[in-house]
């Protein structure tokens, strides 16, 4: 194979290439500086991650709950939105408000004013992902709405009753938030990401065509504008921006004013077509997208999807492709500013354009991956922060990982130890990141004092994760029998549940662990699989092989929609050892 291939004019290394290169996954490998600077003596725990030679990561704060996206105020208040719901399985968060104002009031690395402020999980609220600062107040989502509050004369946090921008936004299906941008003008963006992964009639089943015309594009799938200044506006079809983005996340603005996004490329394209794809092909496509969004611009979901591959956009199996070479109604669609290995989740991305770290990075794209499931049953991508060159809307430079070491131990949705969620920059150019499953937020300083220093990548986290690996359970889980035989169900045996288990964690191709988690105490999109509370059916062996045959369709209480068998060619066999194994790390406490 050919190790390069060309994108936007720049060479670039193949997805099996890329993948297969430590930490430099993207558009080749990065350009060296002739001499890096020294690394500092930095002050502060880095908190478990790497970032590049000359700067330095510190904990901001932490246990704060499902911290998402951030925004800094003009005086150095930090402010952040977190998330509830089911997405987290409906656990309960942290009392108090979902939004947060933070600030390092004595100088030092660490916040020392933490307040919460806004709904609380008590009032019936779930809190949201986008915040956003703007003329004297803090826009925040909050279901479905986009409220502001004015910002305080004194203390951090906001004392007024919300005044609301935006309401009526809808809340269902696979992409329930609305995170936003606002640009110096006053105009309001704001992400409506897909209710499904494909505009399926069944969404994420197998071999099920994709619905024509696709009415779901009325009202999700793009980009909505409205006025920040003007309040009480209700949402509908008429404000629609931009169209084809299944799940946009991240906005920013260029120094030009240019308005860039991400795109969360689709899912499960051999799990929902295997006679179209391979297993390789669905770990590796479709490209995570940065986008540059224009009024009226067609990015192409649901009917093309960008190849990372081949670098170019090809037509949805579910609308008549072939498993990636017919291009169709594709050709005229508009493909992305860069692309990125797949399942990787872009949830927040900003255009760095302070001045504290060194020029080379001033105009580029900072991109924070939360990291992905579908990559099962091949090892996760993603969990990192990723710094992109750009110049002029277009790509200047091979991406890097930028952050490094976030999961922890266990690069596996439902492990990991933190997700990279948000990002933001405060007035001295210094980087915010959040993550939403240890509620950390980490800050980022460059220390190094060369500001003609050259773009480099984040050590491996190595040694991090063994010193991390103290205070982490282990991946087997922490349960009090963990080691010992599992019991066994009627009728099955111990070799029957040991194969069940291999199944499970990958053999043959399954996919379980990725959306159930390596310990089957479930993620964001699978359920707890270990605390034999059934859903579905009464939990027995012939229950729990019907569920695998048939799928879940319509899930109850989580994200993920499963296909017959979670997408794998098993047999009866193997689904018959699956269902076993599943049985017998349900009842391990009984046993």
């Known amino acids: 194979m050919n190790s390069q291939t060309k994108f936007a004019g720049k060479s670039t290394l193949t997805a099996a290439t890329a993948l297969a290169t430590t930490l430099l996954l993207g558009f080749g490998a990065p350009a060296q500086s002739q001499a890096q600077p020294a690394q500092p003596a930095c002050k ?74 806004g709904p609380t999980f008590a009032d019936g609220d779930h809190g949201g992902t986008g915040v956003r600062v703007y003329k004297g107040y803090v826009y925040a989502e909050t279901n479905d709405r986009i409220v502001r509050y004015k910002l305080p004369a004194d203390g951090i946090a906001p004392t007024t009753k919300p005044e609301t921008v935006v309401s009526g936004m809808p809340v269902t299906g696979d992409h329930p938030m609305h995170p936003f941008g606002i640009d110096a003008k006053g105009d309001l963006y704001v992400d409506l990401g897909t209710a499904t992964n494909s505009c399926q009639s069944e969404n994420r089943m197998p071999n099920v065509p994709g619905i024509k015309p696709c009415t779901e594009l009325k009202t999700r799938g793009g980009t909505w504008r409205y006025d920040a200044n003007k309040l009480n506006q209700h949402f509908s079809p008429a404000e629609r921006f931009d169209t084809g983005l299944r799940n946009g996340e991240g906005f920013s603005f260029d120094a030009a004013g240019n308005l860039i996004g991400t795109q969360h490329g689709r899912d499960q394209l051999w799990e929902n077509f295997p006679r179209l794809y391979t297993q390789t092909q669905g770990e590796n496509e479709p490209a995570e997208e940065l986008v540059h969004l224009r009024r009226g611009a067609d990015f192409g979901w649901p009917e093309c999807y960008y190849d990372y591959t081949q670098k170019k956009l090809v037509l949805a199996p579910e609308y008549g492709g072939d498993g990636g070479k017919k291009v169709g109604v594709c050709a005229e669609k508009q493909e992305p500013i860069a692309a990125f290995p797949a399942h990787w989740a872009p949830n927040d991305m900003q255009i760095y354009l302070g001045n504290e770290f060194p020029t080379a990075y001033k105009g580029g794209a900072f991109i924070a991956f939360h990291g992905s499931w579908n990559r099962a049953p091949g090892p996760q991508g993603g969990y990192n922060i990723v710094f992109q060159p750009l110049a002029n809307d277009k790509v200047s430079g091979p991406f890097i990982v930028f952050a490094d070491g976030f999961a922890g ?40 004092g060369d500001k003609a220093a050259k773009i480099a990548a984040a050590a491996a986290p190595s040694a991090t994760l063994a010193a991390a690996s103290a205070n982490v359970p282990p991946p087997e889980g922490i349960h009090p029998d963990a080691g010992k035989p599992l019991p066994i169900p009627p009728g099955g045996s111990p070799d029957q549940v040991a194969l069940g288990e291999q199944i499970f964690h990958g053999a043959r191709g399954g ?22 509370k059934w859903t579905w059916g009464n939990g027995s062996v012939q229950a729990i092989t019907r569920t695998i045959e048939s799928g879940v369709p319509k899930p109850k209480d989580h994200t993920g929609a499963m296909p017959p068998m979670g997408g794998a060619q098993l047999s009866q066999a193997d689904v018959a050892a699956v269902a076993d194994y599943v049985w017998a790390i349900s009842h391990r406490d009984a046993h």
């Open 511 to 532: 996919t379980c662990a990725g959306c159930h988690g390596t310990d089957a105490m479930g993620s964001e999109v699978g359920s707890n699989l270990a605390d034999n």
């Open 409 to 448: 131990p266990d690069k596996q949705p439902g492990r990991a130890l933190h997700r990279p969620g948000g990002l933001a920059f405060g007035p001295d150019g210094s980087m915010y990141i959040s993550d939403d499953i240890g509620g950390r937020i980490w800050k980022v300083t460059y220390q190094g």
């Open 44 to 117: 502060g725990d880095a908190g478990g991650i790497t970032v590049p030679p000359g700067f330095c990561a510190s904990v901001f704060a932490d246990k704060l709950g499902h911290v998402r996206q951030m925004a800094v105020a003009p005086d150095g208040v930090l402010y952040a939105n977190t998330w509830s719901g089911r997405y987290y399985h409906n656990d309960t968060p942290p009392a108090g408000g979902f939004l947060i104002a933070l600030q390092a009031a004595k100088g030092a690395g660490q916040a020392d004013k933490i307040v919460r402020f």
